[in-house]
């Protein structure tokens, strides 16, 4: 599986941005994916992640409400909605995908990264 994902782009707070993750390969649908950020001196942490079917998602309690992560399997599409974003959501954002039964990883195929950046 490859991803491509795209997006990011500079945002005022409060504003709102769609990230999009390309995916490719015959068995895309069969791979949980999930949304991962990196900011400046920090960690990666993990943000968002859909099930195979992208019925089941799960999020961090500080994206959740403001987040909503879905896929689209026919379009081999991931997306990443953001609201109400606030300059610590400034980060690169990563989609990854994993062959891991349960979202909980590891986290195989990784996205080269978007940036994202929220102004005060």
């Known amino acids: 599986v490859q991803l491509q994902a795209s997006g990011g782009g500079l945002v005022q707070a409060g504003g709102s941005l769609r990230l999009s993750c390309a995916g490719s390969g015959r068995t895309f649908s069969s791979y949980a994916v999930g949304w991962f950020r990196q900011a400046p001196g920090k960690e990666r942490e993990f943000l968002a992640a859909?099930?195979?079917?992208?019925?089941?998602?799960y999020y961090i309690d500080s994206v959740k409400g403001r987040f909503t992560i879905s896929r689209d399997n026919a379009k081999k599409m991931v997306y990443l909605q953001m609201e109400s974003l606030k300059p610590d959501d400034t980060a690169i954002y990563y989609c990854?995908?994993?062959?891991?039964?349960?979202?909980?990883?590891?986290?195989?195929?990784w996205g080269q990264g978007t940036l994202v950046t929220v102004s005060s």
């Open positions: 990854a995908a994993t062959s891991s039964p349960t979202v909980a990883g590891p986290y195989d195929y």
């Open positions: 859909a099930g195979w079917s992208g019925s089941k998602t």
